[in-house]
C-alpha cells in the first residue's frame, strides 16, 4: 500500500491522503478493489478505488481517504483486492493523533 504511512499521523496534517495500490491480475480478469478504515471491527471510511490497466498488463488502483473526518484514536487500514475467483486483504496499523 502507498503511502507507507507512519504509524502515528497527525490529524490536523491528515486531510486527505492519496492510496495507490498495484497488482498483476490473472489473464482476462478485471478485479476490483476498496480501502477500509476500521477501527476494532467498525468500518470509520471506505472508498471504491479507481482501476487503470498499464500497457504491461498491471493494474493500478487510486483514491483517497480523508483521514482528517476521524477523531484521534488506533485504526487499521485495510485493502481488499477482488475477482470471481476470490479476493485478497491487506492491513497496516496507524494512529491519529491530535
Known amino acids: 500500500m502507498y503511502?507507507?504511512?507512519?504509524p502515528r499521523i497527525s490529524r490536523a496534517a491528515a486531510g486527505a491522503v492519496g492510496v495507490l495500490a498495484t497488482a498483476r491480475p490473472a489473464p482476462?480478469?478485471?478485479p476490483e478493489a476498496?480501502?477500509?478504515v476500521l477501527q476494532g471491527s467498525?468500518?470509520?471510511l471506505a472508498s471504491r478505488l479507481v482501476a487503470t490497466r498499464t500497457s504491461t498488463g498491471l493494474i493500478?488502483?487510486?483514491g483517497v481517504l480523508r483521514l482528517g473526518e476521524?477523531?484521534?484514536g488506533d485504526y487499521t487500514l485495510r485493502l481488499?483486492?477482488?475477482?470471481p475467483s476470490g479476493l485478497v486483504t491487506?492491513?497496516?496499523q496507524l494512529a491519529i493523533e491530535p
Open 3 to 6: 503511502p507507507a504511512l507512519s
Open 28 to 30: 482476462g480478469t478485471s
Open 34 to 36: 476498496q480501502v477500509e
Open 42 to 44: 467498525a468500518t470509520r
Open 60 to 62: 493500478q488502483w487510486s
Open 70 to 72: 476521524l477523531p484521534p
Open 80 to 83: 481488499t483486492a477482488s475477482d
Open 90 to 92: 491487506r492491513q497496516a
